[in-house]
């Protein structure tokens, strides 16, 4: 089964300064897509960020990159510069490649808190 | 302006009055799906829908009921709630065809049974 795996229940970052959010998966299956979705505390669902598993580059979308490393199963989510508006709940997901659906599976989330 | 659009935001509830949430997005997608979110849980899904008349089971299906009668809305369905049911709730869609895009959340709906 797929699993989505976010080790840091919470983490406490400079404003300004470069943060990771860690994410592991697991998956048997060669073909799969990861996102990236931000919660603020208004409780909306943001979409930031996508990796498809056959992607050649990390993807990257303004301040946000993902350090993708196939072999360790890994997808870290890397902000630059962090800002104020940047606190928030982070998710990582995965779509496994079940045919005909588009079931997402999701980790249990890092909050991120940048301080002034 | 492309939305899922979920009512209501906020829901306080007793046990076992039967509720339901509704869910309308108006960008033509065929694929819908409901999630609960809690707390070191992520989102897990409940139901999900391929399309008009085709709905499936998720992940944590028992207490709730789906229906897709029109493209557009997505109900879910809480026949007799109960207190492990308070959650808060995204109704999402997204295309069939599987795309970079991901999924297009509703705002959520917190609901708390008593």
Same mark, same amino acid.
């Given at each position: 089964a797929q699993k989505i795996t976010q080790t840091q229940p919470g983490m406490f970052v400079q404003e300004k300064e470069a943060v990771t959010l860690d994410c592991t998966y697991d998956t048997s299956d060669p073909s799969y897509g990861l996102f990236w979705y931000k919660q603020p505390s208004s409780g909306e669902m943001i979409f930031l960020i996508y990796q498809g598993s056959y992607d050649q580059q990390n993807a990257t979308e303004g301040r946000y990159s993902l350090n993708f490393q196939k072999a360790?199963? $890994?997808?870290n989510l890397v902000i630059s510069a962090s800002q104020l508006g940047d606190s928030a709940m982070y998710f990582c997901a995965m779509r496994p490649p079940i045919q005909g659906a588009q079931k997402l599976v999701f980790g249990q989330g890092t909050r991120l808190t940048i301080n002034p | 302006e492309a939305q899922v659009t979920q009512n209501p935001r906020y829901l306080i509830t007793v046990t076992g009055k039967k509720l339901t949430v509704t869910c309308s997005q108006n960008m033509n997608h065929e694929y819908m799906s409901w999630y609960r979110q809690?707390?070191?849980? !992520?989102?897990? @899904? %409940? +139901? +999900? $829908?391929? #399309?008009?008349? &085709?709905?499936?089971?998720?992940?944590?299906?028992?207490? +709730?009921? &789906? $229906?897709?009668?029109?493209?557009? #809305? =997505?109900?879910? %369905?809480?026949?007799? /709630?109960? /207190? #492990? @049911?308070?959650?808060?709730y995204f109704c999402a869609s997204s295309?069939?065809?599987?795309?970079?895009?991901? +999924? *297009? =959340?509703?705002? !959520? *709906?917190?609901? *708390?049974?008593?």
């Open positions: 360790r199963k $890994s997808a | 809690d707390p070191g849980l !992520g989102l897990r @899904q %409940i +139901y +999900y $829908s391929m #399309n008009v008349e &085709v709905t499936d089971k998720g992940d944590v299906p028992e207490g +709730y009921k &789906v $229906s897709r009668k029109e493209k557009r #809305n =997505f109900p879910l %369905i809480l026949e007799s /709630p109960s /207190p #492990n @049911q308070t959650s808060l295309l069939l065809e599987r795309d970079r895009g991901g +999924y *297009t =959340f509703g705002s !959520g *709906t917190r609901l *708390t049974v008593v």
